[in-house]
């Protein structure tokens, strides 16, 4: 039998998962780059996915908690767009994905593991970026540290 190892998932395994809003308590902190914060508008910010999907695997959310588009003002929901807008160029920029997957999962049925906080996912892809891996449960090829990744980012959204 083959083994394949996925160490990163005890992180997130063991992590107090009822510690609060990610996305309102992220902020706060003093280091953007421990936070994994590469990015901050007026209204909104980008957050890197500490669990990504896939390299480059970007969050981008409004300041106010609200768990849908229709709980934001015009002026939160411009910003929201703008940065994401940023967050797309930043990835083109550093990565030069072939296409994107851009979303948000509103409600829990849809896949939010934070239904309260309206969040958007931003992820690079490229073709043949998906294999075997996929269909073998908790287990992600990411060719990159979060750390290299956010350093490699990061000039991106200093521009």
């Not at 934001?72 to 920029?93: C, H, N, P, S, V």
């Not at 409600?107 to 996929?134: C, I, Q, S, Y």
Request: proline fraction near 6%.
């Amino acid at each position: 039998m083959d083994t394949l190892w996925a160490p990163w998932r005890m992180t997130y395994i063991k992590s107090d998962k009822d510690k609060g809003c990610i996305f309102c308590e992220k902020p706060k902190d003093r280091s953007d780059e421990a936070s994994l914060i590469l990015f901050r508008a007026p209204h909104s910010f980008v957050m890197m996915n500490a669990f990504p999907y896939i390299n480059g695997h970007l969050l981008v959310a409004p300041y106010q908690h609200a768990a849908s588009l229709e709980g934001l003002g015009d002026e939160i929901q411009l910003d929201l767009m703008k940065t994401t807008q940023r967050a797309l160029g930043a990835l083109r920029a550093a990565f030069k994905p072939e296409g994107f997957n851009v979303g948000a999962n509103l409600g829990k049925v849809a896949g939010a593991g934070f239904e309260a906080h309206l969040h958007l996912h931003v992820v690079p892809r490229w073709g043949g970026d998906t294999n075997f891996m996929a269909v073998i449960p908790q287990v992600r090829v990411i060719p990159q540290s979060l750390e290299d990744t956010y350093r490699e980012l990061l000039p991106h959204f200093r521009r």
